[in-house]
């Protein structure tokens, strides 16, 4: 990689199928970011830890998933992949930053709120303190910029407020030459990493219902496309796709209280690689039935060479042992930058130095 280029980090958790929001809403992205950027692409299993996954299944979904990333274009010849548990500086990290945020902060979050209700009592440290090791899963690799929704925006705030205590806190051990030599000269231990929004992001919603994102974690496999669907497939789910009786608008403020008929205009359009003018005024006036083979052949030109190149490496040992392999030279060359930071950071906070050799 080159050493001039700025570095992107992101991560997904092997929690569930990836589909059609995921692919469009971050992975296409990432593939695009790895001609312009050094990418770091991680399967955060540790994070899935909090949904208290089966040990098998763990193993079978963070293979699955890299197989998926791998298949969408994220090429191991230009990028890191690798999974999260395989570098253990993530939690090492983790426990200094857990020790630097405030729990007024991480009360704060809305994506805690939203998964624990009532019962917030009742949920693990872990799901509480999961922006603490995302933090460390971004800072660790001293990343320039994450690609971000709008969902996770909140969590990368709170990752730069991390990063400017720490440096605050331990300014003076910064100051006094507490880099790691091996690292180069910095000025603060952790740069503040901006978001990285891509144009035109569009949040791709449920075909069930056009009011919620399309979501891995919902119970009907209807509600969403996921990249392993075959043509069939594909297929039915979009014709029972969840639409109004009227004709396709012609202006786009006449989408707004057609929630359903909005959403399968955006797939169309990111799929098209169009803006959501443009199609709306290709498709106005169509009924449905008319609309929906249009974009049934637009998903399957986009997902189908995907599904197929995902296949190749799942459905036979050989293949997956082949991405497991992936993962762990990635996590080789991870670990090699994750150590560098570490090193940093062990002597800033005070521990005593490992013996060398």
């Known amino acids: 990689m080159s050493a001039f280029r700025q570095l992107v980090f992101s991560g997904v958790q092997p929690t569930g199928n990836l589909h059609l929001g995921n692919y469009l809403g971050a992975i296409k992205n990432w593939v695009a970011l790895q001609d312009k950027y050094d990418c770091i692409y991680c399967v955060v299993d540790m994070h899935a830890l909090t949904t208290n996954p089966e040990p098998g299944e763990l193993r ?16 191991p010849a230009k990028s890191i992949l690798f999974n999260q548990s395989r570098v253990l500086q993530h939690a090492e990290l983790a426990w200094v930053l857990n020790c630097v945020a405030r729990m007024g ?9 939203d998964k624990t209700g009532k019962n917030s009592e009742k949920a693990s440290v872990g799901l509480f303190a999961y922006p603490c090791l995302m933090a460390a899963d971004i800072l660790l690799y001293r990343a320039a910029y994450v690609p971000v929704g709008e969902d996770q925006k909140q969590h990368l705030e709170l990752t730069r407020d991390i990063a400017a205590k720490f440096n605050a806190d331990y300014a003076a051990g910064i100051a006094a030459g507490g880099q ?20 035109a992001a569009q949040r791709i919603m449920s075909l069930r ?19 392993k669907d075959d043509k069939d497939t594909i297929a039915r789910k ?4 969840k639409t109004d009786s009227a004709p396709l608008p012609a202006a786009a403020e006449e989408l707004e209280d057609r929630p359903e008929a909005k959403n399968l205009l955006n797939i169309y359009a990111a799929v098209t690689g169009r803006d959501l003018p443009a ?3 290709e498709t106005a006036g169509q009924e449905f039935s008319a609309f929906k083979p249009r974009l049934i052949e637009a998903l399957i030109a986009e997902i189908a060479p995907i599904n197929a190149r995902y296949q190749e490496l799942v ?19 991870a670990a090699e930058k994750a150590e560098a930071t570490m090193k940093n950071v ?8 490992q013996k060398q050799g």
Request: proline share 7%.
């Open 60 to 75: 079978a979904r963070t293979v699955d998933t890299a197989a998926a990333l791998l298949a969408a274009g994220v090429d």
């Open 105 to 113: 902060w991480l009360s704060r979050m809305t994506q805690f709120k």
């Open 180 to 199: 790691n030599p091996a690292a180069g000269a910095v000025k603060c231990a952790f740069p503040l990493p901006e978001p990285l929004i891509p144009p």
């Open 209 to 227: 219902d056009g009011t919620k994102k399309m979501s891995k974690s919902d119970p009907s496999d209807m509600s969403r496309i996921n990249l």
């Open 238 to 241: 979009i014709r029972k796709a």
């Open 279 to 281: 199609v709306i005024m």
């Open 315 to 333: 459905k036979t040992k050989a293949g997956r042992d082949k991405v497991n392999g992936i993962l762990k030279e990635g996590a080789e060359k």
């Open 346 to 353: 062990r002597h800033i906070v005070g521990y005593l130095r």
